[in-house]
């Protein structure tokens, strides 16, 4: 036993977690303080109806942390700055959420003085990994509990243990593991499980409720979004409700297939209506504000942003140096996007930026030239073709 023990375990009050307030406080005896960091997937009465289940679990203490601003100006930002989609998919919509949510479970168990922290992860997946290189490197003399990956359980296995404990809350109602944040819903279930089938309409916590079509007009400023149809605000508040706008037409479903920390390929569904907008409309306005080598340059570090983000590799100082670059990058990206929503999809209109790099007086693609004589074109092409017309020279034979 470990009586007056401190523990603290990062609570969300799904299955897992709520098992793991069960046997740390009933069977082994920790004094066991629950903490839910929101980052965005939890409304007011969400948290009430979570703390109160947390009392049942037997936890001595409960406390709600409201990361969304966190999590925007800490990960999100960096996102759209680099139009981050995890193998041209994924939005990264849960996964960023662990590095906020470890981080601040990691300073509040510091300052209660806990020995123990804890978390539902399973053995199989990426949270794992997440959370504990985050807690391993803030806080090395905190020892972390993971009673579901130590003991191998199964859900049903878990099921079984809460009822003989006197915790019967309909756990088999959902089918599906629903993950809910700022940036994207992930969705989880037998489907996902398999290479073939597709999640089912009701598995997606947003359903169609809009017909026809719908021009928004998205503002950003140095690559935030400030702005929905004019609405000046807050960017994680412009981010709430773009969704609220686009989930209703049923948009950003998709599913993922990558390549997990632990090495094994993963499937996982989500829904991110406004990531996904966000993304694509903030990229078209860097085509047309961005010089060229700007846009080649991040496209390779962005990608490099979001993979090392997903594999829990925050806190190491390369990610500051990647974050400088993304922020220096958007000094010019600033203007109205217009996108058009419709049932399952959305189309990008256009953009207006008094830095669109296509109001240049040089003249119109292909159309007319103010800049240039056509020797000087002549004498430009001969010139760039010298290394094409050398190699074949050389190489006639081949």
Sequence with gaps: MNNNKKLVIAYSGG???SYCAVYLSQDLGYEVHALCVNTGGFTQEDLKTIESNAYKMGVSTFKAIDAVSTFYDKVVKYLIYGNV????????SVSAER???AIEIIEYAKTIDAQFIAHGSTGAGNDQ??????????????EIITPIRDGKLSRKQEIDYLIENGIAMSWEKS????NKGLWGTSVGGAETLTSLKALPEEAYPSQLQ???KEQVKLTFKKGELIAVNGKEQSSELAIQQLNDLASSYAIGRDIHVG???????????????????TIKAHHLLEKHTLTKWQLQHKDYLSSFYGMHLHEGQYLDPVMRDMEAFLESSQAKVTGDVYVTLQPYHFTLDGIESVNDLMNAKFGTYGEENKAWTAS???GFIKIIGNSNKIYNQIHQES
């Design 259 to 277: 390549d997990t920390i632990v090495g094994m390929k993963g499937r996982v569904g989500f829904e991110a209506a406004a990531a996904l907008i």
């Design 175 to 178: 089918q599906y593991s629903v």
């Design 376 to 378: 000087e074109a002549k």
């Design 15 to 17: 299955l897992d977690t």
């Design 99 to 101: 590095i906020v949510q």
């Design 85 to 92: 989609l995890k193998n041209n998919t994924y939005p990264l």
């Design 210 to 212: 809009k017909e026809g």
């Design 129 to 142: 990994v997440r959370f504990d290189m985050i807690f391993q490197t803030l806080a090395p003399h905190i």
